[in-house]
């Protein structure tokens, strides 16, 4: 199995950055999700990073390191409508299978 | 429109007696997961199918089955549910590539009384 960890919840104010870090235990690797969750809805695809590096989509980017175990997601110039839980999953080598974190609540304050 | 149909949305039953959720999608992917979700845990996966009658158990199989025997269905299957199945479960599908995300259905609350 896989070890996934992530904050539980963070706080920013509207306009501002936030940095979410997951760090990842695995035998293998084939690759890292990140989803955006709202209350009471399904997930929703953010983002895909399979190499070392940052993906930068509109205003939010994802970084991985490989040889870390860790990824990040961030989100800038933050909206109310930011304000949900954010997945991070990995994707198992050889295996379609994905194991999720346990999801990190962001609210965003006026 | 592209989509993940799960069926109920909301079901409140009593021990033991046996309940199908099903799931269907539109979009010809191979891959097709269960997951639930519960306060702390983050979802967790009950099983997967990487094609018409291949199925594989995930991390929490115990006290379900599934069934592939056509691509767009993969129903989940209750036989004698109990309280600790009381949890908002999600449906998923993706083509068969590993970048590829999964599509997740609107989710399916169940209380086991």
């Known amino acids: 199995g896989q070890n996934i960890d992530q904050p539980t919840e963070m706080t920013a104010t509207e306009g501002a950055i936030v940095q979410i870090n997951c760090t990842y235990q695995?035998?293998?690797?084939?690759?890292l999700f990140w989803y955006q969750q709202h209350a009471g809805e399904a997930p929703t695809f953010l983002s895909y990073?399979?190499?070392?590096g940052l993906e930068e989509k509109g205003r939010f980017s994802s970084f991985l390191s490989r040889s870390k175990g860790y990824s990040y997601l961030l989100l800038k110039e933050l909206q109310m409508k930011d304000s949900a839980s954010y997945l991070c999953?990995?994707?198992?080598?050889?295996?379609?299978?994905?194991?999720f974190g346990a999801g990190t609540t962001v609210t965003v304050r006026a | 429109e592209a989509q993940v149909t799960q069926n109920p949305r909301y079901l409140i039953t009593v021990t033991g007696k046996k309940l199908t959720v099903t799931c269907s999608q539109n979009?010809?992917?191979?891959?097709m997961s269960w997951y639930r979700q519960d306060p702390g845990l983050g979802l967790r996966q009950i099983y997967y199918?990487?094609?018409?009658?291949?199925?594989d158990k995930g991390d929490v199989p115990e006290g379900y089955k599934v069934s592939r025997k056509e691509k767009r269905n993969f129903p989940l299957i209750l036989e004698s549910p109990s309280p600790n199945q009381t949890s908002l479960y999600f449906c998923?599908?993706?083509?068969?590539?590993?970048?590829?995300?999964?599509?997740f259905g609107d989710g399916t609350r169940l209380s086991i009384l």
């Open positions: 998923a599908s993706s083509l068969r590539h590993s970048n590829q995300p999964q599509h």
């Open positions: 695995t035998s293998g690797f084939n690759g």
């Open positions: 990073n399979v190499l070392d």
């Open positions: 999953a990995v994707r198992e080598t050889n295996d379609y299978k994905l194991s």
């Open positions: 979009m010809n992917h191979e891959y």
């Open positions: 199918s990487m094609n018409v009658e291949v199925t």
